[in-house]
């Protein structure tokens, strides 16, 4: 972008206002024209109603500090998608106005100086107006010309918010690019440390942290997608282009459905991020972020500031250290990090009575970024090198002595199943460390020692207590029909302080405990609870009235502030996905209980989608939720916790690993789930019943990459089903239920969730009541991105198959519509 002010021009702007004002005198509401500023709380619409333009004030700003700025005008939740003067505010909009002056559109401010402009230097003849347009592009043309020529327009100067039909170019010509800048902070549109770019010579984008240190890149654009995000392969929203040619070069996308209001935004958070409104919760659904983690974003906790991905907020300050700006911080603008509460003695120590610098011990930290080596042999030496150089701030020391200088950034506490980080020592003022381990520790060791013996002594004379009441517990408490209120310390004491973990998930884990009267429980701890208290409580009861024999009974439930926990019965036989796929595990599941398995987990669906007061759609059906009993029985588990979760659900869905294969489509887009989403689940796991492995994972010789496409290929081309069938079972199956079995998850996943049956139909089928016809192939199945985010391709005959099978898709769907009616007795 090349910006020329020619300065004089503006100071005849009133003349040419003058001039223009008999030229030009058909206004619309679209529309900036010479005689039509804009002003005060005045706003221009687009034709279609989508877009609106006007001052505004950002965020929750107490600040006066206006600025001219766009938004949806749909979309109940103000949404700002461009802003002019970013970095010039204006405090009194009514005397501040926008308006063509001089062949520009310019801001003029209360002074009537002018402090933002188009800054096109070539004057046109004609008299000029800008015009919103319904794609949100903002345009300044000749509004004589009956030309489409554009002099300026708002898509060429984006800010943080790259909306379909839009461009992030890099120009071949002036050798400039162009850039989308995240904001400062949530109250402030000023350009941020985060920008997105193309970098034309590998024609991939990348996003820089201050305009310098690059932290992501998409790779190279390979013809269909940027080789690193293989989640474009599923793309069946968005219609992706990239255009190279002597002039420029950049990447484009559209949306298939002009109805889904859907932006691409550079976030504060550092990470791009794709979001699709939600008309039925009235929020924006986050549907793809990269880089995936916040953690990953370059600087983002600041100087001297730690990343936690587990924790919210993620940042925090480093011990001994506090944060530099708590006003920004507050506004999600971490970078401007920590500072150290007390300065380091440095050199000083001599004279200060000895007490020189420490070293605080920090495990498990993924290490900072730019280390020095040290050629040192010890640990002692590297500790010492950084002790005597007043500018070391930290030192590790795995098979090398490291030591940083200055600032240290990107620090992340890992979780202790990370095995990627190692210890560092941080140089601290000695005061902001405990007192030395010598003669303090035996005081402390005798402390320690007698709290711990009058601890062991009162938990005695509780345990006493405990026996007494023994069986009070899950009786007195019983609340809101049969569900039971547990105490916290109730059920800390019955898992032995959640010693036995039964398994874990995106919403908590779960533990096993025993009750007073022997009875086996499993306790879920849950995490990001959006809920209140009250909704909480309502939203447990309403679970604890849903019991079917498919379904995971709730037994009770613990609410104590945030300590939120659901106990369950006990399932000894733990969840499908043991059974299914790991091989160490004694027995291979036999075709009967396979089939078995499914025909009992649809009917728990029916129950949850039809049979309850309120259709409640379970949202996460996989392996790990179906739970088995003793008598291999399926049952459901984790019904509900949709609603109980609330808002965060769909962002711990989608980030969750191993979910995603079996996530309907709709989910990504945009609209409303229904119980359909589940149907497609479903479907997806039906497949695993069959292959005995993970859809994501490829056959044990590595020919078939993705069981879900190689099936749907083989059953459409009438191929021998059995070969589809687990290797361990040794074809001991029922052929006519395998080929049921397929052909009902082909129908469960079909992309359009119209042509998916209800679960009412596939108990049907299961049952052999109903028949089911051929479905075709699903366009989403074209490709799938497996757990460790490689892509996973298809072969080549599949592939054709499948375009084959979506060129007959208008007759194919209408067959899959109508196979219920002209139900095919099995
Ligand atoms: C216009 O040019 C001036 C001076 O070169 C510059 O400060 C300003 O940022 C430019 N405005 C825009 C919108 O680029
Ligand atoms: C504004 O304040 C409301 C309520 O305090 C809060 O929910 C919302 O997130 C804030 N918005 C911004 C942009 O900070
Ligand atoms: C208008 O802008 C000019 C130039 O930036 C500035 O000096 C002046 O103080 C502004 N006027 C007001 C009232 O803010
Ligand atoms: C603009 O359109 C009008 C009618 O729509 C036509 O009469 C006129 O010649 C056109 N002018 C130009 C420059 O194309
Ligand atoms: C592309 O250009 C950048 C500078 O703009 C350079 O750092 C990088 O090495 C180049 N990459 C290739 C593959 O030429
Ligand atoms: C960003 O880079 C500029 C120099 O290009 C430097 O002055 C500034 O301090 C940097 N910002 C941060 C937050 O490090
Ligand atoms: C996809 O985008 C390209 C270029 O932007 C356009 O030519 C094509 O018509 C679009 N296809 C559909 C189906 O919208
Ligand atoms: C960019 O322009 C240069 C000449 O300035 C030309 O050699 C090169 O081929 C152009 N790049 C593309 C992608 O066309
Ligand atoms: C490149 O720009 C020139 C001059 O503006 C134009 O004539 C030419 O058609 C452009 N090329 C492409 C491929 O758009
Ligand atoms: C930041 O938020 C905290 C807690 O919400 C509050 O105590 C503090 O005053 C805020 N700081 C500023 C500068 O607004
Ligand atoms: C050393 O201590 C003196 C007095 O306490 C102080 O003025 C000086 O700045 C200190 N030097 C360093 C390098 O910290
Ligand atoms: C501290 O270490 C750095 C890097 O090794 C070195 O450049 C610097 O000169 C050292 N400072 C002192 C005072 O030794």
């Known amino acids: ?186 109250e402030n549109p000023a350009p941020g440390l985060f920008a997105l770019e193309l970098q034309q010579n590998t024609s991939s984008y990348i996003i820089r942290w201050n305009k310098s240190v690059p932290y992501w890149n998409s790779g190279p654009w390979d013809g269909k997608i940027f080789s690193w995000v293989p989640e474009m392969r599923a793309n069946y929203i968005y219609n992706f282009s990239y255009v190279s040619n002597e002039n420029e070069s950049y990447f484009t996308y559209s949306l298939y459905d002009p109805s889904i209001i859907s932006r691409f935004v550079m976030d504060i958070s550092g990470q791009i991020q794709q979001l699709s409104w939600l008309e039925s919760t009235k929020q924006w659904n986050l549907f793809w972020s990269q880089p995936r983690t916040q953690c990953e974003v370059y600087a983002f906790c600041g100087p001297f500031g730690i990343c936690n991905q587990q924790s919210l907020p993620f940042c925090s300050c480093l011990k001994g250290f506090q944060v530099s700006s708590s006003n920004s911080w507050n506004l999600s603008d971490f970078s401007a990090g920590c500072a150290r509460k007390t300065s380091l003695r440095c050199g000083n120590d001599s004279l200060a009575n000895g007490n020189r610098d420490k070293f605080l011990e920090m495990p498990n930290m993924k290490l900072p970024d730019h280390p020095q080596t040290v050629a040192v042999e010890s640990s002692s030496e590297c500790e010492s090198t950084c002790l005597n150089n007043c500018s070391c701030t930290a030192y590790a020391y795995g098979d090398r002595c490291s030591i940083w200088i200055g600032d240290l950034l990107n620090l992340q506490q890992l979780t202790s199943t990370d095995t990627n980080g190692g210890t560092l020592y941080l140089k601290l003022a000695a005061s902001e460390l405990p007192s030395s381990r010598n003669s303090k520790a035996i005081i402390i060791g005798v402390v320690l020692g007698s709290v711990v013996g009058i601890a062991i002594l009162v938990g005695l004379i509780a345990f006493v207590i405990f026996r007494r009441r023994r069986g009070a517990i899950g009786t007195a408490k019983a609340v809101e029909g049969s569900l039971v209120a547990f105490g916290y310390r109730d059920l800390q004491n019955v898992t032995k302080n959640f010693s036995e973990k039964l398994g874990g998930g995106g919403f908590g884990s779960v533990f096993k405990g025993i009750l007073p009267d022997s009875t086996v429980i499993a306790v879920k701890k849950l995490e990001s609870i959006s809920q209140g208290e009250k909704q909480f409580r309502t939203e447990v009861s309403t679970i604890g009235t849903i019991q079917h024999v498919n379904l995971v009974r709730l037994r009770g439930f613990c609410s104590e502030g945030t300590k939120k926990l659901l106990v369950y019965d006990y399932m000894p036989n733990g969840s499908l996905d043991s059974h299914l796929f790991h091989e160490k595990n004694s027995g291979v599941l036999d075709w009967k209980t396979r089939y078995q398995i499914a025909l009992g987990t649809a009917r728990g669906l029916v129950y949850l989608h039809e049979k309850c007061r309120d259709c409640i759609i379970h949202c996460d059906i996989k392996p790990e939720n179906i739970l088995l009993d003793a008598e291999l029985c399926p049952k459901v588990a984790d019904f509900g916790l949709a609603k109980l979760v609330g808002r965060e659900f769909s962002r711990v869905l989608t980030t969750m690993r191993g979910t995603r294969g079996y996530l309907a489509p709709e989910w990504i887009s945009g609209v409303a789930i229904t119980a359909k989403a589940d149907v497609y689940s479903y479907g997806m796991m039906l497949f695993e019943f069959v292959s005995g492995r993970r859809n994501s994972e490829p056959s044990a010789d590595g020919k078939i990459r993705f069981f879900p496409t190689w099936a749907a290929s083989l059953i459409t081309q009438g191929g021998d089903v059995l070969s589809l069938l687990d290797p361990r079972l040794e074809g001991n199956a029922d052929v006519e239920e395998v080929t049921r079995i397929c052909r009902l998850a082909c129908w469960c996943i079909q992309d359009d969730e119209t042509h998916r049956p209800p679960m009412g139909q596939v108990v049907q089928i299961l049952e052999g009541v109903l028949g089911v016809n051929l479905a075709p192939v699903p366009r989403s199945l074209q490709v799938f991105v497996d757990d460790q985010e490689h892509i996973i391709f298809f072969t080549e005959s599949s592939s054709s198959q499948s375009s084959q099978a979506r060129s007959n898709n208008s007759n194919a769907s209408s067959q899959s519509n109508n196979s219920v009616s002209s139900s095919l007795k099995s």
């Not at 972008?1 to 619309?28: E, Q, R, V």
């Not at 001052?55 to 949404?79: A, D, E, H, Q």
């Not at 310019?106 to 000029?128: A, C, D, K, R, Y």
Request: net charge positive; with cysteine; charged share 15%.
């Open 1 to 186: 972008m090349d910006y020329k002010k020619n300065p004089w021009p503006m100071m005849l702007s009133f003349l040419f206002i003058c001039l223009s004002l008999n030229n030009h005198l058909s206004l619309g509401a679209d529309t900036i024209s010479a005689n039509q500023p804009l002003s005060g709380d005045q706003t221009i619409s687009s034709n279609g109603g989508n877009f609106e333009l006007g001052f505004f004030k950002p965020g929750n700003s107490s600040r006066s500090n206006y600025y001219i700025g766009m938004w949806y005008k749909k979309v109940s939740l103000k949404t700002i998608v461009w802003v002019a003067n970013r970095e010039t505010p204006v405090s009194d909009r009514s005397s501040s106005v926008l308006r063509i002056s001089d062949g520009n559109l310019v801001l003029f401010n209360e002074s009537q100086i002018p402090i933002w402009s188009t800054n096109l230097s070539s004057t046109s003849s004609g008299p000029l107006e800008a015009v919103l347009l319904d794609d949100g592009n903002f345009v300044l043309r000749d509004g004589s010309a009956n030309s489409s020529k554009l002099l300026w327009q708002s898509f060429d100067n984006p800010t943080h918010t790259w909306l379909p039909g839009g461009k992030i170019a890099y120009n071949n010509k002036t050798k400039q690019n162009m850039h989308l800048i995240s904001w400062k902070n949530s």
